[in-house]
């Protein structure tokens, strides 16, 4: 059943772009312009452009987000950054839970509810992720195994104003390959009732992502399904060319 869910298309940049890439936001924006795209628009740079980008981006349609935090808010904890840091920076959102920092960073459900908890704390919004291996869904477990990271990552607490879901299969990240419809229907219906089951009915107005290879050619396919409300894009999103054309999925 399709909700009245205000969808989202999300960008996450991950390790690319410097400040020659303020183009492409100035491109997005001006894109953008003053209508309504028919859905909310976000850029998650590297935390060395969130300043710079939020000041571009200010007024505009665009928000900024950030792809992580530490969990605490000060400390001796070289080389990291705290939700409260990438508030004053201008990020209204963190991305959580990445599978990327989930296999490279070594961190569990739990750390990823602590990092949701601290975007909290300082006043900003979480997008949770969770997705599962090409082993996994060989297996047949990927329904289980994305319910348990739901479960284990989502902190008490989580509303749909301060807590966005994103589904990203890894074995979709980056490589070109997508669930088919059907499977992303499956999923995403399996998120949405682990989510009633832990928060209630408010879980109907949650949003819930897909992510992983969401080009301009399978963005209104994939953003048609029952379920998906909005998109967390790495490669596309990098391009406001491209970025543009998955938001045109949202045009009435
Ligand atoms: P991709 O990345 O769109 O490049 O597949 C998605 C993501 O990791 O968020």
Do not use: P, W, Y
């Given at each position: 059943m399709s909700t009245p869910i205000r969808a989202i298309a999300a960008g996450n940049w991950k390790m690319n772009g410097t400040v020659a890439s303020t183009a492409e936001i100035e491109a997005l924006v001006a894109g953008l312009g003053s209508e309504d795209p028919g859905c909310d628009v976000m850029i998650c740079p590297p935390a060395t452009l969130i300043n710079i980008f939020a000041q571009i981006a200010l007024g505009s349609r665009v928000e900024i987000g950030a792809?992580?935090?530490?969990?605490?808010?000060?400390?001796?904890?070289?080389?990291?950054?705290?939700?409260?840091?990438?508030?004053?920076?201008?990020?209204?959102?963190?991305?959580?839970?990445?599978?990327?920092?989930?296999?490279?960073?070594?961190?569990?459900?739990?750390?990823?509810?602590?990092?949701a908890e601290a975007a909290w704390r300082a006043g900003l919004k979480a997008i949770i992720c969770c997705g599962e291996s090409d082993e996994q869904r060989k297996a047949g477990e990927a329904l289980e195994v994305v319910a348990s990271q739901v479960v284990a990552s989502l902190p008490e607490g989580a509303t749909p104003e301060n807590t966005t879901i994103a589904y990203e299969p890894i074995w979709a990240i980056g490589t070109g390959k997508t669930p088919t419809a059907a499977d992303v229907a499956e999923m995403h219906a399996n998120i949405r009732t682990t989510l009633n089951k832990i928060i209630g009915d408010t879980a109907n107005e949650m949003r819930i992502l897909y992510g992983g290879s969401v080009k301009p050619a399978n963005a209104d396919e994939l953003m048609s399904v029952d379920n998906v409300n909005g998109a967390l894009v790495g490669g596309a999103s990098l391009k406001a060319e491209d970025f543009l054309g998955i938001i045109a999925a949202y045009k009435d």
């Open positions: 792809q992580d935090c530490h969990a605490n808010e000060t400390g001796a904890h070289t080389g990291d950054l705290s939700a409260e840091m990438l508030a004053e920076a201008g990020a209204t959102t963190i991305i959580v839970g990445h599978s990327e920092r989930r296999q490279d960073h070594f961190e569990n459900n739990e750390t990823v509810r602590a990092k």
